[in-house]
C-alpha cells in the first residue's frame, strides 16, 4: 500500500467523521429552526458523506481484486466528487478571506454584526474568528485532497479494469 492510498483512506476517514458529526447537528438545528439555509448546507455536507462512502468502496475494490464497483459508482465518484471540490473550495476561500480581514483589521459586514454586541463579547468573537478561519481552510483543504485523490485513484480502476476483460 504506498503511501498515497494510505493517504486517500485516511482523508476519506476524516471526511466521513467530519460530515457525519456535522450533519447530526445540522438535522437537530434544522428541526428547531426549520430554515433553508440549514437545509441546503445539509444537502452540501450530505454530499461529503456520500462521496466518502463512494470512495470506500472504491477502495474495497481496489484492495480487492476480486471485488467489481456497481455500475454507478464511477459516475457518482464523479457528479458528487465535482459537488464536493466545490464545498471545499469555498470553505478554502472563505477561510483566506475571512483570514485576510482579520489581518488587515477591515472586517467588513463583520463590523456591522459585531456592533451589536458588548466589548468583552465582541472582543472573545473577533479572537474566536482566526482559529475558525484555519479550520475552514483546513476542512477545505482535506475535502479537495481527498476528492483529487479519489479521482486519481478511480482512473487507476478504470486503468486496471481495461486491462483485464474478466474483471
Do not use: W
Not at 448546507?41 to 462512502?53: D, K, S, T, V
Not at 483566506?96 to 468573537?125: H, I
Amino acid at each position: 500500500m504506498t503511501f498515497k492510498f494510505k493517504l486517500f483512506r485516511g482523508l476519506t476517514a476524516i471526511n466521513l467523521m467530519f460530515s457525519t458529526f456535522f450533519l447530526m447537528g445540522l438535522i437537530i438545528v434544522l428541526f428547531t429552526t426549520g430554515s433553508i439555509q440549514v437545509l441546503s448546507f445539509g444537502i452540501l455536507l450530505g454530499a461529503i458523506l456520500i462521496h466518502a462512502i463512494l470512495s470506500l468502496h472504491l477502495q474495497k475494490a481496489l484492495l480487492d481484486s476480486n471485488m467489481v464497483l456497481k455500475e454507478s459508482t464511477p459516475g457518482g465518484i464523479r457528479i458528487i466528487g465535482g459537488i464536493c471540490l466545490f464545498v471545499g473550495g469555498y470553505m478554502v476561500l472563505s477561510g483566506l478571506s475571512l483570514f485576510m480581514m482579520l489581518k488587515t483589521g477591515n472586517l467588513g459586514p463583520l463590523e456591522e454584526v459585531m456592533k451589536q454586541f458588548p466589548d468583552d463579547q465582541r472582543a472573545t468573537m473577533t479572537a474566536m474568528l482566526k482559529p475558525m478561519s484555519f479550520f475552514f481552510i483546513i476542512v477545505g483543504a482535506v475535502i479537495v485532497t481527498n476528492v483529487m485523490l479519489s479521482y486519481t485513484f478511480l482512473k487507476q480502476y478504470k486503468n486496471r479494469q481495461d486491462e483485464d476483460p474478466l474483471f
